[in-house]
């Protein structure tokens, strides 16, 4: 179906109804990967599916629904101290954990930038590291805190660090055919954080921001994770920073100093939001506020 024809009025509008296809509904893991093939979408939470499918900028044969996979949802701590997330777990059940908030402040810090609350509470921590939208918190986040991710196929499972997982906009490692089971990430204990982002308006996506992941031993770096997002076609380690960071014994003065470096890893663009020269500035400003914010904790 079209939209409305505005083109009297110099506008043309497009689509708002998606092309037909098929719809499943999974039971189970193997039947949901048993469903989908090459031109199969995943539906999640459907926050950036849906709008996708509505404009027909994705036209799947068939949509393969997650939602009643049993055991794709929840957060756990393993007995080694890694914390594993379903992909299925929605960003509301994220903020609401206990284990996230102890364990994962870095996670929850970014979650309540998400989205507005109809948004955080379908969109699930799945769908948006699958998605891969540049400016997107929780990939920036989870890069800093060095996580990793099992991905199942018909074949097994494999595991992904999401150093390698990003390849660039809005695209992933993953295959046709393969579901984004669970997010690993390593004991957080020794890890302070520090997050920043600046928005148009609270719920919108960044126009820039920076997650920091100091990991060390009480009083002294050893090593800092920085990720920048917003300003490349995935998230971006600012490795130029975190070299000034690392193997240093923290003081508020190197805030300073690995802002001075942030921009050298970023590759903005300009788009209708803000200039390239823009987004490297405020990169720069966002590291010395998240950095002076994660020395200050481990300091505390
Ligand atoms: P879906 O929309 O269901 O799926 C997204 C993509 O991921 C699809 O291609 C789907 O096939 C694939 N997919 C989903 N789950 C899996 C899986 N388990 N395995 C493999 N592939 C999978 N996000 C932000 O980060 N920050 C924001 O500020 C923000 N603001 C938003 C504002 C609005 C108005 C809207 C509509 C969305 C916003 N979002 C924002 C997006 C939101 O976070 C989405 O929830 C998220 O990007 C996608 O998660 P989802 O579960 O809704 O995935």
């Known amino acids: ?160 660090a999401l150093d390698d997982f990003f390849v660039g906009a809005l695209t992933t490692l993953l295959g046709a055919g393969e579901i984004l089971r669970r997010v690993e990430i390593p004991d957080p204990r020794d890890a302070a954080w520090g997050f920043a982002e600046i928005a148009r308006r609270p719920g919108d996506f960044a126009i820039a921001g920076v997650a920091v992941a100091l990991h060390g031993a009480r009083g002294q770096s050893a090593r800092a994770r920085l990720v920048a997002f917003g300003v490349g076609d995935r998230p971006v380690r600012l490795r130029a920073a975190e070299a000034a960071l690392s193997r240093t014994a923290p003081t508020r003065e190197l805030a300073a100093r690995a802002a001075a470096q942030a921009a050298a890893d970023c590759r903005p663009v300009d788009d209708v939001h803000a200039s390239a020269e823009y987004r490297a500035h405020l990169v720069e400003v966002l590291t010395e506020r998240a950095v002076a914010d994660a020395i200050g904790r481990l300091l505390a």
């Open 1 to 160: 179906m079209r939209g409305r024809d505005d083109s009297a009025a110099g506008v043309e509008s497009g689509p708002v109804k998606p092309a037909p296809f098929d719809y499943v509904r999974a039971r189970t893991l193997d039947d949901a990967l048993a469903a989908l093939d090459a031109d199969s979408k995943i539906l999640a939470g459907g926050q950036s599916l849906v709008p996708l499918l509505n404009m027909r900028l994705v036209r799947p044969t068939r949509v393969v629904d997650i939602n009643a996979v049993p055991g794709l949802a929840g957060v756990r701590a393993r007995p080694d101290g890694v914390l594993e997330i379903g992909a299925l777990t929605r960003h509301t059940d994220l903020l609401a954990s206990t284990l996230v908030r102890e364990r994962l402040p870095l996670v929850a810090a970014a979650t309540a930038h998400v989205g507005h609350r109809a948004i955080r509470n379908r969109g699930t921590i799945g769908g948006s590291l699958a998605h891969a939208d540049p400016a997107a918190e929780l990939p920036a986040a989870l890069l800093a805190l060095e996580a990793g991710v099992v991905i199942s196929a018909r074949g097994g499972e494999r595991r992904v």
